[in-house]
C-alpha cells in the first residue's frame, strides 16, 4: 500500500470489511504478528482504536499541525501503520523514507523535510550511533519500539542528539501503551520506567501476567478463515512486568523463561549481564543467549556472536561471567556466525539462531 494514502480521509472512512465476507471486520486492519516467540496470526485492530491510539501518541509527545510524522518501519506493522495514523489524526506533515534503510541517507533525508517526529527499532537506532551521524535540529522525538534499547544505547544516541524514547507497546493496543515523555530527554537516558499513556489501564494477573483494558484495544483474531472475537474487556498478555505509580518496567516474556536444573532462567537477563561485563567492548544486538535441548539439565544456554564481534572481547567476557555464574547459568560452547537472523523489524529470531546453532558445525 502506498503510505500517503493512509493521510487521506478515504481510507480512514473506508468501512469495507479486511477480508471479503467477514461483517465482523469492517473498518478493520489486520497485521500479521507472531509476538517475541508464538505463532504468526492476524490481529484485528479497528480504524477508531488505530485513531485512539494515534491521538493519544500525538497528545503525549507534542505533535501538532505544523510537526511533520516520518516513516521508517515497515506498514505491515503496526509501528509504522501507526506513523502514518498519527500523521492523518494530527492534520500535519507526513514523508515516506520509502528505500531501503541506511543510516547516512535517513540522516539526511529527515533534514530535508524537517521531520520533527519518527518511530524507529533498536537496530535502527544502533546504525546511528555506529556511524557516529548527529540529528538534525528539526528532530523532536524518536519513539523506539520493537524492543529494548539498553541504557548505554540510549546516552549514546541522546550524546549525538537523537531524541530517544523508550517505549513498550503491541499489536493488541494498537501501538504504544507506555513511552517516555519529552521531559526524559533533559535526563540521562534510562530504558525504564515508562508511563502508560492516558487511555491504558493495567493490572497484574495471580501469575504475575500484565494485562491491560482501553479503548485501542483490538477487536479479536482471524484463524482459518474465521473471526474470533476478543472475550474480555482486559487482554492478558504474555509479558512479564513491574507495575508501579502507572508506569511500567518490561521484564521480559513469560514463554522466554527456560529451566535448567529445576531453575528458571532468562537468557536476555544474561545478555544484560555480559553486556554490563564487558566494559562497553560487546554491543547489544551483535551477540545471543540462546537455549538449546539438554538431556541432563532439560536445556542448556549457549552464546552466539556475530562475526564482526572482537573475538578478545567475547573471550574475556564469557571468561568473567563463567567464573562468577551458577552452575544452572553457565554457558555451553559458543558458535560465530555472520549474521544473527532477524525478521522485518529487525527482532531476533531466537528459534531460527536455536536450529542453526544445532546444525552448524563449531569449531
Known amino acids: 500500500m502506498d503510505a500517503s494514502l493512509l493521510t487521506g480521509t478515504a481510507f480512514w472512512d473506508d468501512q469495507a470489511p479486511a477480508l471479503p465476507g467477514i461483517s465482523e471486520l469492517a473498518g478493520h486492519v489486520l497485521f500479521e504478528t507472531s509476538g517475541s516467540t508464538g505463532d504468526p496470526k492476524w490481529i484485528a485492530v479497528s480504524k477508531q482504536a488505530l485513531l485512539v491510539s494515534a491521538a493519544a501518541v500525538n497528545r503525549h509527545l507534542g505533535v501538532t499541525g505544523k510537526s511533520c510524522w516520518g516513516l521508517a518501519l515497515p506498514l505491515n506493522h503496526v509501528g509504522g501503520f501507526g506513523v502514518a495514523a498519527r500523521a492523518y489524526e494530527a492534520g500535519c506533515g507526513f514523508r515516506d523514507f520509502g528505500r531501503p534503510w541506511d543510516a547516512a541517507e535517513f540522516r539526511e533525508w529527515l533534514a530535508l523535510h524537517k521531520i520533527t517526529h519518527t518511530s524507529l527499532v533498536p537496530t535502527q537506532v544502533h546504525d546511528l550511533v555506529k556511524a557516529e551521524l548527529t540529528a538534525p535540529a528539526s528532530l523532536v ?32 493496543a494498537a501501538s504504544q501503551i507506555a513511552t517516555q515523555a519529552l521531559t526524559e530527554l533533559k535526563a540521562v537516558y534510562q ?46 498478555t504474555a509479558d512479564r512486568v513491574v507495575l508501579e505509580n502507572k508506569t511500567i518496567t518490561p521484564l521480559g516474556r513469560a514463554d522466554a523463561l527456560v529451566k535448567i536444573l529445576g531453575e528458571l532462567v532468562d537468557p536476555e537477563a544474561v545478555e544484560g549481564e555480559l553486556v554490563s561485563m564487558s566494559e562497553g567492548r560487546l554491543t547489544p544486538g551483535t551477540f545471543a543467549i540462546i537455549a538449546i535441548p539438554d538431556e541432563r539439565a532439560g536445556s542448556a544456554l549457549v552464546p552466539v556472536f556475530e562475526a564482526s564481534v572482537d573475538p578478545v572481547a567475547a573471550a574475556v567476557t564469557l571468561s568473567r561471567y563463567q567464573q562468577a555464574a551458577p552452575g544452572f547459568r553457565k554457558l555451553g560452547a559458543m558458535l560465530v556466525v555472520r549474521n544473527l537472523p532477524r525478521g522485518e523489524l529487525g527482532k531476533l529470531r531466537r528459534s531460527e539462531l536455536a536450529s542453526i546453532y544445532q546444525n552448524q558445525p563449531r569449531p
Open 141 to 172: 522525538a524518536i519513539v523506539v519500539g520493537g524492543g529494548h534499547l539498553d541504557a548505554s544505547s540510549g546516552q549514546a544516541a541522546r550524546d549525538l542528539g537523537w531524541p530517544v524514547l523508550a517505549s513498550y507497546g503491541m499489536t493488541e
Open 191 to 236: 530504558p525504564a520506567p515508562l508511563p502508560l499513556l492516558p487511555i491504558w489501564e493495567a493490572r497484574l494477573t495471580p501469575e504475575n501476567l500484565l494485562a491491560i483494558s482501553g479503548p485501542a484495544l483490538f477487536s479479536g483474531h482471524v484463524s482459518g478463515g474465521r473471526f474470533i472475537p476478543r472475550e474480555a474487556d482486559w487482554h492478558i
